[in-house]
């Protein structure tokens, strides 16, 4: 797939930038946009909260962080029922405040997501004169036996898009506490 074609020319040059996987025969990888109505200081003050990603992911009950709050630092999450998993052991791979960068692997858990890492980067944009945040999140994983590519992409890629529409949910929600006026665009 051409992402110039689906998507414009901005979300491909993040894509392009930070979400290239380079998969193995038995893995897939895809990536999911959303544009959320919130500022990204709004939308990444929930999503770099390695240690409470249930305050916008909905299939998450609990989350505990094992030692330092850091790069390094492993969490192990219980997941709601509905899902075909009941926990999950996730270490921060990256963390960058400046560029809104979070990377995660699966390390454990009683799932089938095997090898499954994640890039997740958070942008600021104009929606509708306001400031917005555009999300961008891509990831890699084995596909399990029994199964396709295709339907491990569709798999994953629908858990993302639920959390990523709680993400926008909860953001469009938080208080907006610098401006809120339109943004006048400037040619």
Known sequence: MNVDQVYGTMEAQYIERHH???PRENQCTSFVVKHIK??????????????????YKPFVQRCVVKGELGVGSVREVNVRSGLPATT???RLELLDDEEHILGIRIVGGDHRLRNY???MTVHPEVIEGRPGTLVIES???DVPEGNTKDETCYFVKALIRCNLASLADVSERMPVQDRSEPIELRI
């Open 139 to 141: 990831f890699i994983v």
């Open 88 to 90: 999950s052991t996730e």
């Open 117 to 119: 890492s994640s890039i």
């Open 20 to 22: 290239k996987h380079q």
């Open 38 to 55: 919130a500022p990204v200081h709004l939308v990444w003050s929930l999503v770099r909260r390695f240690d409470q990603p249930q305050k």
